[in-house]
């Protein structure tokens, strides 16, 4: 009895017992391949092979080999990777790595002789995960959340939007990371070059604000859909070309005391006559100082010719 009871594992610390020391603060990045799922499998091992090579190159190019290095609870999520470093240098994640991941994958889907290219979601946090040495290391809240963060709608909407052949990253970093390493001006990046966002996962309780940052972007930055149910700004009904009764909209009244109102397409010639009222100067086609010349023909929408402010005497003889 007592020697299966010596098998079970550890009891789990139970949560608000007592107080204990936080881990150690991370930096996490954690990076996705698009579409991997919808790749042959027979490419499945490669991309998973190729995702970590990338991440290295791009940390040796970016003058960072010190962050592979030294990173720590290193792990391939089949579709991509992830590791734990050294917070003080997340500036140097930020920028310059994630423009230079961009140019390496340029490069390696340029060379990849048609091949289907490895384009990537970057995901970017900060927080306490304790680092145990073994497989089940790094895990906890700030873990998890990262890789929410990677799932979410905003990153994947901008991939899913920019040029394929241009832009190969896409990167979402969260509140913390951006406070602290953006907004606090350690980072090499303006911050016009970041874009907030509300980062929600779909099928998953999850919702932060965080902030989108694309390297070389080839397409509209990520744009809030309107809540469901948003009223929209009504549209005036086009009224009837072929005349088949009144279709302006109720308490709608069109006048014209010197002119003709043109709510169609209009076919033939145009003539207005008018006589002299209110002062203005009507003498053949000149009507108070606008010239109405030629064959109206076309449909006529909207204001005809150049609005006049002031005085349309001033200045003429």
């Not at 932060?208 to 809540?227: M, R």
């Amino acid at each position: 009895m007592s020697e299966h009871m010596s098998q079970l594992p550890q009891a789990i610390t139970g949560s608000y017992t007592r107080s204990r020391p936080l881990p150690p603060y991370r930096g996490i990045l954690a990076v996705d391949a698009k579409d991997f799922t919808g790749r042959p499998a027979i490419e499945h091992e490669a991309i998973s092979r190729v995702v970590p090579e990338l991440l290295r190159t791009a940390l040796v190019r970016a003058e960072l080999l010190e962050l592979w290095e030294s990173r720590v609870f290193p792990a391939t999520t089949g579709d991509g990777y992830v590791f734990g470093f050294d917070p003080a240098l997340m500036p140097f994640v930020v920028h310059p790595l994630l423009l230079t991941l961009q140019e390496v994958l340029t490069d390696y889907n340029v060379l990849s002789h048609g091949a289907a290219p490895i384009r990537l979601r970057a995901s970017l946090h900060i927080g306490p995960l304790p680092d145990t040495g073994d497989e089940f290391g790094g895990n906890g809240t700030a873990r998890n959340d990262t890789h929410r963060l990677l799932d979410s709608r905003p990153v994947k909407a901008v991939l899913a939007s920019h040029k394929a052949n241009i832009t190969h990253v896409a990167a979402i970093l969260s509140a913390r990371c951006y406070d602290d390493a953006v907004a606090g001006g350690y980072t090499g990046r303006h911050l016009d070059h970041f874009v907030e966002v509300a980062a929600t996962v779909e099928g998953k309780p999850f919702s932060q604000k965080a902030w989108i940052y694309v390297p070389q972007p080839s397409g509209p930055l990520y744009e809030e859909p309107a809540p469901e149910g948003t009223a929209q700004e009504p549209v005036a009904e086009a009224p009837s070309p072929l005349g088949g009764g009144d279709t302006r909209s109720p308490g709608v009244r069109n006048s014209a005391p010197r002119g003709n109102i043109n709510t169609g397409t209009v076919h033939g010639g145009q003539s207005v006559d008018n006589s002299r009222t209110a002062g203005d100067r009507i003498a053949g086609d000149h009507i108070a100082g606008d010239y109405v010349g030629g064959n109206k023909a076309e449909r006529v929408r909207g204001f005809q010719g150049d609005k006049v402010r002031g005085n349309k005497r001033q200045g003429r003889k």
